[in-house]
């Protein structure tokens, strides 16, 4: 690539073309600051924080959008610049509501910290004290346009992260509002509560409802964890804020693979509705109630219980670890996770989920990522903003209304004839895969990839222990339900004389139990994720379980000494 | 030399940062040697000194057309006037009123609110007329602005301390701070 030397305050820099007079300062460490500019966007220039003084240029320039070319002078803090700088951050305040005192975000806000940079003790304006609506109407998150600086990253992020499209601006110049659709109410939008915009939102305009006011990044008040999301087999990467033992926000890992920020309602939020009440102590049936016990006691009832049958089984979540799915293959012969199978088809190249970004048709078959893999759909959303085409064999309700082609099954032929002609087309298959997609896709083996949407979160991680789907047995001497923290019952469970349950929350399965074994939550516990590539991904643990609560194998692990399996 | 003299008073304020103020602890005993008190609004003295004063401070925001004449004179009668606290330098809380009009601020407060039992509108003639509410420097010329809410005692202390050494106070780092 050519190169261009340019000086920054005096440093002589050889950079590529094509760079950002930002990038190229903050390749070289020189701190320019910003407030509109977000790394997992694109720049727009919209709040002039990062104007610098380019020699020969007329006025100041904006860094975040002015590309470098051959000689540039640049001086990013002259006396100039700094002027221009607190007028700048003069009128962001005096527009709109921007007191800190009332605001969960003081102390977290960037508008704030810029304020506090340049020493900005006073507001030279008049404040017009409109009063702007303060949108409550999501469930998970509000809207405060009163705290808006009109920055447009959550406009930016909904378009270009979730590509969704939900945000857009309405009027102009100080009139200007962030708004949804054509201006109803977020909650009556089409926006899916992925929540990216909130976690781009740089002032407390966009406030998550559950993590506001419960601590702040300020004076250390949160910690942060890395995770991995188990909500669905994606396996986002998340950063988990905790305090005091609680989880505080989920957040996507902008560095983490396959979602690069991104996640859904079910992985940002949903973990936060969880209110049923936790099993922290074993309890073993006896004359007909249950009772708590110690683990001695519960691992031998149990033990003995398993021993005495002559046919047993395992059911398990797919959320359980890959740990947790070796120890459980060891104890039983026989097991199986709750969710769905998704049939493996026997032709055609492997995919990731990155293949999608670059595909120009996208072919959806058998499969609903709109309902279960949202990160996917969201994927798939962006890849069509960039010119591919979407084709949709069977029902994917979110998905649909953006396909050139939605068919049944019958019809197959129809979609894959079309994206045939394709040069690098994506099959995104699932459970709901038919004979006649089976039959159509093959005609694309050899030139597409294709990923299998299975179902549960760690699917992959189970398969590769030998654990696949539940075989539906009727009936058996002995179950081992293992529920762990998973939000959904399992479905009918086989008739067992003796059953002991593995789980986290007290539940309708708990009453059938004859031996109940605590679990850790998906903050608990630590081990390995599968994600549906093939990923394989090592978490920690973000909280410390409730004491006498083991990790996910440990009672597995005891069982398999009890019964003489290594 | 004498001490320097220097008043307070309070405007549409909670009183947080006159406690503040009190928080300099068993400092203000030092301070005391350098500075005399004539008058604040805990204190028997409210008016500053017609004589006029070193060190004039102001908390709270305008709201009323009494704080327009208490920041009139306090900036007649002092050499630096401070705006201590967000509302005297931003108008801060107090100004969430604004948002309203009047007349349903008034209601709200007098005749709607949870405690009141057949309440009624002040209207006599005697008492000061509301305002919109504003920062003290839309009224009178200030000299230094000291926001938080309230400004910390190290702060503020920091900053009496500057002015007895003859230096304008300037806040940055953890001097500076808005909550």
Redesign the interface.
């Known amino acids: 690539m050519a190169m261009v030397h340019i000086t920054i305050n005096g440093r002589e820099l050889t950079v590529d073309a094509g760079l950002t007079v930002l990038q190229a300062a903050q390749q070289a460490g020189i701190d320019i600051p910003t407030l509109c500019h977000h790394p997992a966007l694109p720049d727009i220039g919209a709040c002039r924080m990062c104007l610098v003084e380019v020699a020969k240029q007329r006025a100041l320039q904006p860094a975040c959008t002015f590309p470098v070319s051959e000689g540039m002078d640049v001086q990013t803090e002259s006396p100039k610049v700094v002027a221009a700088r607190k007028f700048v951050l003069e009128l962001l305040f005096s527009e709109r509501n921007h007191?800190?005192?009332?605001?969960q975000m003081?102390?977290d806000c960037e508008l704030?910290s810029l304020?506090?940079r340049y020493?900005l003790?006073?507001?030279t304006y008049?404040?017009p004290?409109?009063?702007l609506p303060v949108d409550g109407s999501r469930r998970y998150f509000m809207l405060d346009h009163n705290r808006c600086i009109l920055c447009r990253r959550c406009v930016r992020a909904c378009e270009e992260i979730s590509a969704n499209h939900t945000l857009g601006e309405r009027l102009r110049g100080a009139k200007t509002m962030v708004s949804a659709d054509l201006d109803v109410p977020f909650g009556q939008s089409s926006c899916v509560s992925c929540g990216t915009c909130l976690q781009v939102c740089p002032t407390g305009a966009l406030i998550e409802r559950y993590s506001a006011y419960r601590g702040r990044d300020a004076n250390h008040e949160l910690q942060h964890t890395p995770s991995v999301c188990a909500a669905c087999p994606v396996g986002c990467g998340i950063d988990v804020a905790h305090r005091a033992n609680h989880v505080v926000r989920i957040s996507g890992d902008w560095e983490a693979e396959p979602n690069h920020g991104l996640l859904c309602v079910a992985g940002r939020f949903e973990p936060f509705d969880e209110v049923r009440e936790r099993v922290t102590r074993p309890m073993v049936r006896r004359n007909g109630a249950l009772v708590e016990t110690d683990w001695e006691a519960a691992l031998t009832a149990a033990a003995e219980g398993l021993k005495k049958a002559r046919s047993k089984a395992a059911i398990a979540t797919g959320r359980a670890t890959n740990e947790a799915f070796h120890a459980l293959a060891t104890v039983f012969e026989t097991a199986g996770i709750w969710e769905r199978p998704v049939p493996k088809l026997e032709y055609g190249e492997a995919g990731t989920l990155a293949d999608i970004h670059s595909a120009d048709a996208i072919v959806v078959a058998g499969a609903a990522p709109g309902a279960r893999q949202r990160v996917v759909a969201y994927r798939i959303r962006k890849a069509l903003d960039h010119g591919a085409r979407l084709f949709v064999i069977g029902n994917d309700e979110y998905l649909e209304p953006h396909a050139s082609l939605v068919v049944a099954d019958g019809e197959a032929e129809r979609a894959v004839e079309v994206a045939a002609g394709a040069a690098s087309p994506v099959v995104l298959y699932g459970a709901d895969l038919g004979p006649g997609a089976r039959q159509a896709l093959r005609r694309l083996a050899g030139k597409a990839r294709f990923v299998r949407l299975v179902e549960g979160a760690n699917a992959m991680g189970a398969a590769a222990e030998g654990v696949g789907a539940w075989n539906g047995m009727a009936e058996v001497d002995a179950l081992y339900v293992l529920a762990g923290d998973d939000p959904q019952e399992p479905p009918a469970l086989p008739k067992a004389g003796f059953t002991v349950v593995q789980t986290a929350f007290k539940s309708a399965l708990v009453q059938q139990a004859d031996v109940v074994l605590p679990s850790p939550t998906w903050a608990e516990r630590q081990g390995h994720l599968t994600n549906l590539e093939g990923r394989v991904r090592p978490f920690d643990a973000v909280l410390s379980a409730p004491e006498g609560v083991p990790a996910e194998w440990q009672p597995l692990v005891s069982l398999a000494e009890r019964l003489g399996k290594k | 030399m004498g001490k320097v003299l220097v008043a307070t008073d309070w405007l549409a304020a909670c009183a947080g940062c006159h406690m503040s103020l009190l928080d300099i602890d068993e400092r203000i005993v030092g301070l005391l040697e350098h500075i005399q008190l004539t008058s604040t609004p805990i204190t028997d003295l409210k008016h500053p000194p017609k004589e006029g004063v070193t060190v004039g401070i102001l908390t709270g925001a305008v709201n009323n057309t009494t704080h327009i004449e208490v920041a009139k004179q306090m900036r007649e009668r002092c050499k630096v006037l401070i705006?201590l606290g967000?509302c005297a330098?931003?108008?801060?809380?107090v100004?969430m009123r604004?948002?309203?009009s009047m007349q349903d601020a008034l209601r709200r407060a007098y005749i709607e609110s949870e405690s009141t039992v057949d309440g009624k509108i002040p209207s006599s003639p005697e008492l000061c007329r509301p305002l919109?509410a504003?920062?003290v420097?839309?009224v009178v010329k200030?000299d230094v602005?000291?926001?938080g809410?309230p400004p910390s005692a190290d702060t503020i202390y920091y900053v009496l301390s500057e002015l007895l050494a003859g230096r304008v106070p300037?806040?940055?780092g953890e001097h500076?701070?808005?909550?």
């Not at chain 1, 007191?99 to 605001?103: P, R, T």
Request: aromatic share 18%; glycine share 8%.
């Open positions: 007191y800190c005192m009332f605001c003081s102390g704030q304020a506090y020493g003790d006073h507001w008049e404040r004290h409109e009063p | 705006a967000d330098v931003f108008g801060g809380i100004t604004n948002q309203f919109r504003r920062a420097d839309q200030v602005y000291l926001p809410c300037e806040l940055k500076l701070r808005y909550d």
